[in-house]
């Protein structure tokens, strides 16, 4: 049975630090599987299109992803140990962060990027990623290596209007 974990928010140490990356011996563990399933339920409750393990207290190389979208190929996934083999163009919208409750903000990321992880059964896997799904792979990887996207952001502001809360709670739910 998977379980919701609280969200820990910008101000704790656990966000600020490099993961740990995992030992693929690791991943058959029932206590490994078990975070991974907490993740997605952690990530579908909140509700969000990515979590990284850091964002859940576990400074491991981690993270989930589903866009909730027509492509399958968009989730859900497992990504473990991700690294990025090529990134290519720019462009520029608005992000929020579960771990950055009702902030909004745009943020310049790669139009176009490869990365390479294995799954959740320790298989290696490759996603050729454009777009909103690009973005979210960024976003997420930024999390393994300490960084939020407060730090990359411009007009960092908070969701005060009604419009911005819809847009701040769109983002963090991956419909914008």
Not at 24 to 47: G, K, N, R, S, V
Not at 131 to 140: D, P
């Amino acid at each position: 049975m998977a379980y919701i974990r609280e969200i820990i928010t910008e101000g704790h140490p656990t966000l600020r630090k490099v993961a740990k990356k995992v030992d693929p011996a690791e991943i058959a563990d029932p206590m490994f599987q078990q975070l991974l399933d907490d993740m997605f339920e952690t990530m579908y409750d909140a509700p969000g299109i990515g979590l990284a393990a850091p964002q859940v207290g576990v400074s491991k190389r981690i993270f989930t992803v589903d866009l909730q979208d027509d492509d399958d190929a968009h989730g859900p996934l497992v990504m473990i140990n991700p690294k990025f083999t090529l990134t290519e163009g720019e462009v520029e919208a608005t992000e929020g962060c579960l771990s950055v409750p009702g902030m909004v903000g745009e943020v310049t990321r790669f139009e176009h990027v490869v990365c390479t992880a294995l799954d959740r059964h320790g298989k290696k896997t490759t996603y050729d990623a454009n777009g909103w799904f690009a973005r979210c792979l960024q976003h997420e990887m930024d999390h393994l290596d300490g960084v939020l996207y407060i730090d990359k952001v411009k007009n960092l502001r908070a969701a005060m209007t009604e419009e911005e809360v819809a847009e701040a709670e769109a983002v963090a739910a991956g419909t914008r």
